[in-house]
């Protein structure tokens, strides 16, 4: 798990991260690495806990315990301008895409060029219409409000805007989810690219195995806390793990027991 | 001691609330005063805050003008006293009913829809969205409305002085006939700056205390649709008392010595 690409630190270094809310403990102890350019994917099952991951990376939740370090810089328990520096790195997909409904979507858009970069509106107006034709979407899109969208649109919009920043590092939580099979391959590319062009890192979360397939250098799965497998993509399907096998292949017996009897 | 522990408790709750409530307002506050400033929120929050609350202020007012005339009249009648008529309007309305009633009205009006906006940000992660797009919600949610209430409740409120006046002056006139010249005459006579400079501090405290109420209730709701509810009645309630203790305190403040 502690492998490094080409030997520079980590973009991401996670130690014995802790969260509960109450009595339910949902990170206990949770290690991760992220290298530079690195795209990792985590998997893991319905309500495990990787939202809570993400957002914990983006002190948008307060972690009990544990360290996390971006470029080296430990970032738990930071405020104020030291903080928004840190969140410039950033870009963040939400799983329901979290748009701000008071806007155009174009605005939506193009709302970390004007606010956080102070740029123009016109000029960045230009720029959002092509982050929106890179995820399939019209400049007639971005008139409308966000509530005029579909599911998948509003995803394709949070996606554009995520992007739009060229950050650092960015966090997809479920991009394909609600998407059609093309359109979750057009996604996939689009990570893909931003990966490869950009040279971002990214720390996705699916339940798509054939995205994770596409996206991953690496998986990690989360299972009661922790990650209990962590390795190259290729490896997925001979990872030697009970939990990893029985989550890829989706069945329902196995190590891992879904509540779904109140016994 | 089974009956002390329920006060402490809640003793605690209360001081906790305070104490949660005036951190907000002090960070709140500092964000008014630190650029950068959004130009264009505050711009577009004071028309709805002012503008769109003019209708219902200008009823709200012209009709406690009207009534007021009327009410003293068949009061003041009994001691022959109807020429005090002007004043008791004029001063009633600057002093108290201008800035209350426009204060509870316009809390009901945009301190709900501030809630119900902040709140359903709030439980939509929208708010979680603008931190990580590198915006302060302080800076972008907050303070422009603090700002456009501090600012646009007083205009409000001298506006609707101004009606309420003409409201008294209206059912002076045609229903109990006084003579126009001299109804005038003495309201501008009687009514001092103090009057009307108290009724504008109000309105200002007033202002801040319903943006205030709408935005941390709208901030802290949490799960669903329910909460947000449950945030916008506590805005409006909230808001409603604190004008109403508030404006004891301002009185005192300006006319007891
Ligand atoms: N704000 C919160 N307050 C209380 N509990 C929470 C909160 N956020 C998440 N949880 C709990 O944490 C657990 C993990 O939630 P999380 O959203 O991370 O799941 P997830 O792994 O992203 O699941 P999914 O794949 O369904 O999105 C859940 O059991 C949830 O009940
Ligand atoms: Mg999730």
Redesign the pocket.
């Given at each position: 798990m502690s492998e490094k690409a080409n030997g520079a630190p980590p973009k991401i270094q996670i130690r014995g991260l802790h969260k509960s809310?109450?009595p339910?403990v949902?990170l206990d102890g949770l290690d991760l690495d992220v290298a530079v350019g690195e795209s990792v994917v985590v998997i893991?099952?319905?309500?495990?806990?990787?939202?809570?991951?993400l957002?914990c990376i983006l002190g948008l939740?307060r972690p009990e315990a544990g360290s996390i370090k971006i470029d080296g810089e430990e970032v738990v328990g930071l405020r104020g301008g030291d903080r928004d520096r840190v969140m410039r790195k950033f870009g963040m997909l939400f799983?329901n895409a979290a748009l701000f409904d008071s806007l155009p979507v174009w605005e939506n858009v193009a709302f970390g060029l004007i606010q956080g970069e102070g740029m123009d509106r016109d000029e960045a107006k230009k720029n959002a219409i092509e982050k929106l034709a890179a995820v399939g979407l019209g400049a007639e899109v971005g008139e409308l409000s966000p509530a005029e969208l579909s599911g998948g649109m509003r995803k394709r919009v949070g996606l554009a805007r995520a992007i739009a920043i060229t950050p650092e590092i960015i966090f997809f939580?479920?991009p394909t989810t609600g998407l059609d099979p093309i359109m979750g391959d057009v996604i996939n590319d689009l990570i893909v690219k931003c990966v490869r062009e950009l040279g971002a890192s990214t720390l996705s979360?699916t339940?798509d195995m054939a995205s994770a397939r596409k996206i991953a250098h690496r998986v990690a799965m989360?299972y009661h806390g922790k990650i209990i497998w962590a390795g190259p993509v290729a490896q997925i399907d001979n990872s030697a793990n009970d939990y990893v096998d029985q989550f890829i292949h989706g069945r329902a017996e196995g190590p891992i027991q879904m509540q779904v009897r109140a016994d | 001691m089974p009956i002390l522990q329920p006060i402490g408790r809640t003793l605690l709750i209360f001081f906790a609330a305070a104490g949660r409530l005036s951190m907000f307002a002090a960070n709140g506050l500092s964000h008014c005063v630190r650029p950068p400033l959004y130009f264009r929120l505050i711009a577009r929050q004071m028309i709805d805050i002012g503008y769109y609350s003019l209708p219902v202020v200008g009823l709200t007012a012209i009709f406690t003008g009207m009534v007021l005339a009327l009410q003293s009249y068949t009061g003041f009648a009994r001691f022959a006293a109807e020429s005090a008529i002007p004043n008791v309007v004029v001063i009633s309305i600057t002093r108290e009913l201008g800035p209350v009633l426009a204060g509870l009205m316009v809390a009901g009006r945009v301190g709900a829809a501030m809630a119900a906006e902040i709140g359903t940000m709030r439980v939509t992660e929208q708010i979680d969205a603008l931190d990580t797009l590198a915006t302060n919600p302080f800076k972008y949610l907050v303070a422009p409305r603090l700002i456009a209430g501090i600012t646009t409740l007083p205009i409000l409120v001298f506006i609707a002085d101004i009606i309420g006046v003409f409201g008294g002056y209206v059912v002076s006139i045609y229903k109990l006939g006084f003579n126009p010249t001299t109804y005038l005459k003495n309201t501008v006579d009687f009514v001092q700056t103090e009057d009307v400079v108290s009724g504008l501090v109000k309105a200002a405290v007033f202002g801040f205390l319903i943006t205030l109420m709408g935005c941390y209730h709208g901030y802290n709701s949490?799960g669903g649709a329910q909460g947000v509810g449950a945030a916008t009645t506590n805005a409006v309630v909230s808001a409603s008392i604190l004008i109403l203790c508030c404006n004891y305190f301002i009185t005192e403040m300006f006319f007891a010595r």
């Open positions: 809310f109450g339910k949902v893991g099952g319905s309500g495990t806990g990787k939202s809570v991951l957002k939740l799983q939580d479920e979360i339940h989360l | 949490k």
